[in-house]
């Protein structure tokens, strides 16, 4: 097999890993400025917002493990390869000579065991950093049940390493996981953890993992709870989840028919929430045990504490504002700063990069309401403006980027 054929194979495998994001494009032309070369380059963004290229390949789709929802598992009939450290050291010099990628997203299957899965790892990242002097950005996955003295090695070449959880309670990963164990994975997570604590030089990017969503009945707020625990316990960069795509027909995995995309845009935004504007999973859910998929998780909070608003943006604390649906960060520290020099008014907001769409609901300037009939409005009542209404206006109107609320909430993301 030559090596355009192992990076078909295995860069198409490793889709299915979503700890860096994937662009995923398929589109094929024979014309024009540009490629969506789909073998294995995808898109990750920097702490600064660049957004940066990554050669994203497994080592290996073949498996000794059988777990019910992988498209690798060894009871499938597919197409089979396998890397060798040189090779893959190779492609990602002569990707990056070329400018295709800035980095290397390098994961794998395990092939005859951890051991020697994650030697193979080793071997790559160590050519790469070693023989070929490159110091551009490498993401490597920890294999559970392998050595940890094989995992210290690695950690001190690569920037990032990952330990994929896979699903959100040990119920569930007993089920469709026969062959790990909660152990097998926490272990490894806690260790690159420790020794980050101590070494310097060790992980500098800190770690990830993945979670599988819809594969099993496990509920919104196990997810988050869990993910909460794992920011606070193990001290990760992020959580990603990827919304489950049936690849397997298995009888152990959930029927779904489609993946559940929305699901994972809302916990997606529930982590955000978690993460940077100090919600916690206990308030986001209080009695319910899955979120909303008509509002968004700030929303649905604020609906559910009206009592706390509306908040007046001349007085209140940035804890407060931060709080305010369609209030961001950065519009939160925006309000701030200005309103030292004078009172603000909604055309203010507008300009700072407030989403009046949302906050008009829940803040007042200067005692004022944005429109007068907003004034004692039920949970009920705003919900329902804020979806049917925001889903009539995307069927009427054209997004313009000459709509400064739009354009603001599209360039700055703000929730």
């Known amino acids: 097999m030559d090596i355009l054929e192992k990076l078909q194979i295995l860069g198409a495998a490793a889709k299915y890993d979503v700890s860096c994001a994937s662009s995923g494009s398929k589109r094929e032309v024979n014309y024009g400025i540009g490629s969506t070369f789909t073998a294995g380059i995808c898109h990750s963004w920097t702490d600064d917002g660049r957004c940066i290229s990554l050669l994203k390949i497994l080592f290996t789709n073949e498996c000794i493990f059988d777990c019910a929802y992988c498209i690798n598992r060894k009871s499938n009939d597919i197409k089979r390869a396998t890397f060798t450290p040189h090779e893959v050291a190779e492609l990602t010099m002569n990707f990056y000579k070329r400018n ?3 980095g290397l997203f390098l994961s794998s299957a395990i092939k005859n065991s951890p051991d020697w899965t994650m030697e193979m790892l080793y071997k790559t990242v160590y050519l790469l950093r070693h023989k070929y002097q490159f110091n551009g950005y490498i993401h490597v996955k920890a294999i559970p049940y392998a050595s940890l003295d094989l995992i210290r090695k690695t950690g001190f070449l ?3 390493m990952s330990v994929n959880i896979e699903l959100p309670s040990e119920k569930s990963l007993k089920l469709l996981c026969p062959n790990k164990t909660k152990e097998s994975i926490l272990k ?5 953890t420790r020794v980050g604590e101590e070494e ?5 990017a800190g770690q990830s993992t993945q979670m599988i969503i819809g594969a099993t009945e496990d509920s919104d707020r196990k997810i988050i709870t869990l993910s909460q625990h794992l920011y606070k316990k193990f001290k990760l960069k992020r959580v990603y989840y990827s919304a489950y795509t049936p690849v397997n027909d298995d009888p152990r995995i959930l029927k779904v028919e489609k993946p559940p995309l929305l699901r994972e845009h809302r916990l997606y935004q529930a982590d955000w929430l ?4 100090n919600f916690t999973a206990e308030e986001l859910f209080e009695k319910d045990e899955n979120l909303d998929l008509e509002v968004d998780p700030k929303v649905m909070w604020a609906l559910r504490h009206l009592d706390k608003f509306p908040v007046e943006v001349n007085k209140a604390s940035y804890e407060e504002l931060i709080r305010v649906p369609g209030i961001g960060i950065k519009s939160a520290r925006r309000i701030i700063k200005n309103r030292v020099f004078h009172s603000l008014d909604f055309d203010d907001l507008k300009k700072i990069g407030v989403v009046l769409k949302r906050a008009k609901f829940f803040i007042t300037c200067n005692g004022k309401t ?18 049917e209404k925001a889903a009539a206006q995307q069927r009427m109107q054209q997004l313009s980027f000459f709509d400064k609320e739009i354009f603001t909430s599209v360039i ?3 929730i």
């Open 100 to 102: 295709y990628i800035e």
């Open 158 to 160: 690569a920037d990032r």
């Open 188 to 192: 490894p997570m806690e260790f690159i």
């Open 200 to 204: 310097r030089n060790f992980v500098s």
């Open 274 to 277: 978690i993460r940077v504007y």
């Open 370 to 387: 944005y429109e007068r009939h907003l004034i004692d409005l039920q949970p009920e009542k705003i919900k329902l403006q804020l979806t």
């Open 412 to 414: 700055t993301g703000e």
